[in-house]
């Protein structure tokens, strides 16, 4: 029980670090994770790439 509420909130924090990074809505990403623990971890993934693909465009190259 303790390493499955550990690994939610390790889950957690590194979501939250990582919307931060990214621009993205940090809390709502955390509060993702803390209900979901890392099964949010593709969820939010995509959701990135999504909104790089929308900031930059469609056809253009990310790098």
């Known amino acids: 029980m303790v390493f499955i509420l550990s690994l ?3 889950s957690s924090v590194s979501v ?3 919307a931060l990074r990214a621009g993205m809505a940090a809390k ?3 509060l993702a994770a803390l209900c979901l623990g890392p099964l949010v971890l593709p969820l939010f993934h ?3 790439r999504l909104t790089l ?3 930059f465009g469609r056809f ?3 790098f």
Do not use: V
């Open 53 to 55: 693909r929308r900031a």
């Open 16 to 18: 939250y670090i990582a």
């Open 46 to 48: 995509n959701h990135k």
């Open 60 to 62: 253009s190259n990310f």
């Open 28 to 30: 709502r990403w955390a």
């Open 8 to 10: 939610f909130c390790l």
